[in-house]
């Protein structure tokens, strides 16, 4: 979702973002004119008349669990996107049971947050398997 | 999706779902800055619909369409920027 129109929108996956990704881009274009949608959301500079790189994952439930944004220099990092939408997704699977420690991806061990682990993280989880 | 809007001269634009019309908003400078605060973790998203450009069409999204599903949405400076 940007500022831009829809026309605009068309013209740049056509000739530009379609040479970079076959078919071009595969999700709905946004368009925000006035920026109404994006201040809402908190990403809309009203001097620049632009949005910043918000990025919301938003659940089944239509509720937010996780945003970040970007000043408009600093491009994402889409695999840590998908990353911590695996996570939400194996938490919510897990009814809350399941939490995933810091540099969890898929495979890696999760946590089972409960009186026994209180105090006793450092022996199941070691910084080093944070890399990786 | 919802329903496909006409494509005419105006540049279409969305807005939030059950706000105020855009004009009411202009009566006074408070409201924009009312919404501003909306967004937090663990809290509901804004529901909105807006206009849409998808694989040669020109159609309409509304967030509480997809519910149901995880979301991911992005926003960005603008079209033909670099990054």
Known sequence: MSVDSVFVHKMWNDHELSKMVKGGVPFPMLSDGGGKVGTAYGVYDEGAGVENRGRFIIDPDGVIQAFEVLTPPVGRHVSETLRQIQAYQLVRKSKGTEATPSGWKPGKMTLKPGPELVGRVWEVWKTSMEAD | ?83
């Open chain 2, 1 to 83: 999706m919802a329903e496909k809007p006409k494509v005419g001269c105006a540049r279409p634009t969305g807005g939030l779902v059950g706000q105020p019309e855009a004009r009411q908003e202009q009566q006074t400078s408070q409201p924009t800055k009312e919404v501003r605060t909306m967004i937090q973790v663990g809290k509901p998203a804004p529901d909105f619909a807006a206009p849409a450009y998808h694989k040669g069409e020109f159609t309409s999204v509304k967030l509480s369409d997809h519910l149901g599903k995880w979301v991911v949405l992005c926003f960005y400076p603008g079209d033909f920027t670099f990054v």
